[in-house]
């Protein structure tokens, strides 16, 4: 299969073409970015550097909104700062609790954009997990979200303002003047790419967006605690290794080509083989420990013992653990959850060849929070069940 050289985007414009007009949004600009505009807007060049720092501290250590609550910046800088720049994040159009502490919250970003963000609370972690994209283009079968039209991708301040927007939320920004990790332990602790769209689509704002969420002197998550899932992207792979270091999950979700290009059709582009020669690479060049290979357990699709010594056979070298994930059944899905005993039997095959292989509890499910069920609700709203079924390929 041949590969292309050139990025690996989509014609999709990441912010509307029109810039709006007045105040630039600061939330989102890497370091170096940030610098360039301070120094743009009138701030001396040796000053530069000091700015960022003390700015970044305020923004994503303490969460700060506000320039004039600076206070180790002048009362003038913080002035000129306010006329300047704003400190925006997406808006929280609304929260829903699922009975096992998961939060849904919908957010909605620049344009009347919604995107859906997910906190799954446990005894030892906090996960969030965050959208790179409105809809997306994938259009995996068994995955809610792929019944939503790509709109566009979203900005690194959007992608990290879903993070910071979580922790308003959650109430876990430190005072000014505390280090993160001096309340003790963190709510949200963990960051997957496993929300609405392809991430490996959106590659640059989601790199840049990460920097930030791992940056020391900010939000401080280290690269271990950030996941982010790919369908395979596979020219895309390698980048990730070496501009973000975290670690990979891939949905994998197939053992035969025939059976993947259905339930993912990227296989069509870059198949298993292909896909598999990128992930033999990953973990030396992130220096990750090892991949999560997804795989979403399908009744009579992708959950037979052959299926399952495939499997292992086909990642056999490759550093790994195998996520079986219970199929989260939406309105009009074309598939079924296998049975409880299959999805056992399964895992059991998976454990005695020498894998780690848990059974994700489904989370959230009564709120459409689970996996694969994320949508936003203005767009589940606009469609009739016959149209969700027609999407579906159910019609």
């Not at 105040?23 to 700015?51: C, F, H, S, W, Y």
């Not at 995107?115 to 259009?139: A, H, K, N, W």
């Not at 999805?343 to 489904?362: H, L, M, N, Q």
């Not at 009739?384 to 390929?393: C, K, P, Y």
Request: aromatic content about 6%; overall charge negative.
């Amino acid at each position: 299969m041949t590969e292309t050289t050139a990025p690996i985007t989509q014609d999709v414009m990441t912010i509307p073409r029109k810039l709006p007009e007045g105040p630039m949004n600061i939330v989102g600009l890497t370091r170096d970015k940030l610098r360039e505009v301070l120094i743009e807007n009138g701030t001396p060049e040796k000053q530069a550097k000091m700015r960022v720092n003390q700015i970044w501290q305020w923004v994503y250590q303490w969460g700060v909104r506000d320039f004039a609550e600076m206070t180790n910046l002048s009362k003038a800088y913080r002035a000129d700062l306010a006329e300047r720049f704003v400190i925006e994040i997406p808006e929280m159009v609304s929260k829903q609790v699922s009975a096992d502490g998961t939060r849904k919250y919908l957010a909605r970003i620049a344009g009347g954009h919604e995107v859906e963000v997910v906190y799954i609370p446990e005894s030892d972690r906090g996960t969030l997990c965050i959208s790179s994209q409105v809809g997306c283009t994938l259009t995996c079968s068994f995955c809610h979200t792929g019944t939503q039209k790509l709109v566009r991708n979203l900005t690194a301040g959007e992608i990290v303002g879903q993070v910071m927007m979580a922790r308003d939320d959650l109430d876990e920004w430190p005072e000014p003047g505390q280090g993160t990790g001096e309340n003790g332990p963190r709510l949200l602790s963990n960051i997957v790419l496993m929300g609405m769209g392809e991430p490996l689509y959106n590659f640059e704002n989601v790199r840049d967006a990460m920097k930030i969420a791992m940056d020391g002197e900010g939000i401080s998550l280290s690269r271990r605690r950030i996941t982010l899932s790919t369908s395979g992207v596979v020219p895309e792979i390698a980048k990730t290794a070496q501009e973000i270091g975290c670690m990979l999950a891939v949905s994998f979700h197939a053992t035969t080509d025939e059976v993947r290009d259905k339930l993912v059709p990227i296989n069509r582009k870059w198949n298993i083989e292909t896909l598999l020669d990128a992930l033999r690479e990953y973990p030396k060049a992130s220096n990750s420990e090892r991949i999560t290979f997804e795989y979403v357990m399908l009744k009579d699709v992708n959950d037979s013992d052959e299926d399952a010594r495939r499997l292992v056979q086909l990642i056999k070298g490759i550093p790994a653990k195998i996520n079986l994930i219970p199929f989260n059944e939406w309105p009009g899905a074309p598939h079924q959850r296998s049975d409880w005993d299959r999805i056992e039997a399964f895992a059991d095959i998976v454990y005695k060849a020498g894998y780690a292989s848990p059974i994700r509890t489904p989370r959230g499910e009564d709120i459409m929070a689970a996996c694969g069920q994320l949508k936003s609700a203005t767009e589940r709203a606009r469609k009739s069940r016959r149209e969700v079924e027609a999407e579906a390929g159910m019609g």
